[in-house]
């Protein structure tokens, strides 16, 4: 049997069934994993995505496109391809596509974590032959404390800073990161400001029944109200801009599994850097899967063939083949 996928430059192609799995570039048909923006791109004729991925997916992709989405475990047909989509843990309506054509399985896992999160469905594993993994934390040394410990690191933070009338600014990626940490944290420490770039996406996560907090937007004029009490999440590209001056004198943190490859905790802002605020201290708090996650996650698939793509992938693909396995690296 050929291949159910083959590498190309748009993306991964499924020539049996004639769809791309989050393509590059403007295809037919694309299914997509997850509504990251270098998952989910503009302009393709038609998209395939899990349910509850669908509002993000529409902020993503644009009010016309066409979007059709999926229960996860529901499956259909496309040219003798059988399509489901199952939960990959990693956001909000992410989703592990599994493809299965005469008998044979293969499995896209996307981006995933093993780790739980209050903002979306468990990451389920899927039985299969083949199994697409990323590998972004790669390395032994990605190994994640449990959330609930960053979590407890955090509100300590917050709270210290409160006694000195400083504002407490964490950096977190506007979809996934930011909602997991609103959903996590006790609001009864004090008031929460968010970035507009994180506020655009809260309504998307609350339809689905995700609980959050009750926030307020930092282009609020009376945000500047709670001004050295708050915690307040922005993405990080957003430190280069100059809409934090009002909530100073700022502390700022860095929410990424980056962290533990990061002990300074500091990053190159550029010629915006303000060298009063560094960025000083970070909380290890992933959407990826962690060195022993992705070990776990493979094995539960049963899968003997596995591509590794996206990261580490020679230290993975070593682990694999010590374990008896094939790896297949993707570029």
Not at 43 to 58: D, F, M, N, T, V
Not at 68 to 76: F, K, P, T, V
Request: hydrophobic share 40%; net charge positive; charged share 20%.
């Amino acid at each position: 049997m050929k291949d159910l996928l083959i590498p190309t430059p748009a993306g991964l192609y499924c020539p049996q069934g004639d769809f791309y799995i989050d393509p590059r570039d403007r295809v037919q048909r694309a299914v997509i994993t997850h509504a990251h923006s270098d998952h989910a791109r503009r302009g393709c004729r038609s998209y395939l995505a899990a349910l509850p991925s669908k509002e993000l997916l529409r902020q993503r992709l644009g009010g016309r496109a066409h979007i059709e989405a999926l229960r996860y475990g529901e499956s259909i047909n496309i040219r003798g391809v059988r399509v489901s989509l199952h939960p990959a843990g990693h956001i909000l309506g992410s989703a592990q596509v599994r493809l299965e054509y005469r008998g044979e399985v293969w499995v896209v896992s996307g981006d995933y974590k093993l780790q739980q999160d209050p903002t979306c469905e468990p990451f389920e594993p899927v039985r299969c032959d083949v199994f697409l993994t990323e590998s972004t934390f790669g390395l032994p040394k990605y190994n994640w404390p449990a959330p609930e410990q960053e979590i407890a690191r955090l509100e300590a933070w917050w709270r210290a800073n409160q006694t000195r009338q400083v504002t407490s600014i964490v950096l977190a990626y506007s979809i996934g990161k930011a909602q997991r940490i609103l959903a996590s944290v006790n609001p009864e420490i004090g008031p929460i400001v968010v970035h507009d770039a994180v506020a655009r996406h809260l309504e998307a996560y609350r339809a689905t029944g995700v609980r959050l907090p009750k926030v307020k937007q930092c282009s609020d004029p009376m945000a500047i109200l709670e001004r050295g009490r708050c915690l307040l999440l922005a993405p990080p590209g957003a430190r280069r801009s100059r809409w934090w001056q009002s909530f100073r004198p700022c502390a700022w943190a860095w929410a990424s599994g980056w962290v533990l490859s990061r002990p300074q905790y500091r990053m190159n802002w550029g010629d915006s850097e303000d060298k009063s605020n560094p960025l000083v201290t970070g909380f290890i708090i992933s959407d990826h899967a962690d060195w022993p996650g992705l070990q776990r996650a493979i094995e539960l698939t049963g899968a003997q063939t596995v591509w590794v793509t996206h990261g580490y992938t020679e230290s993975l693909a070593a682990w694999l083949r010590h374990s008896g396995r094939t790896a297949v690296l993707l570029e």
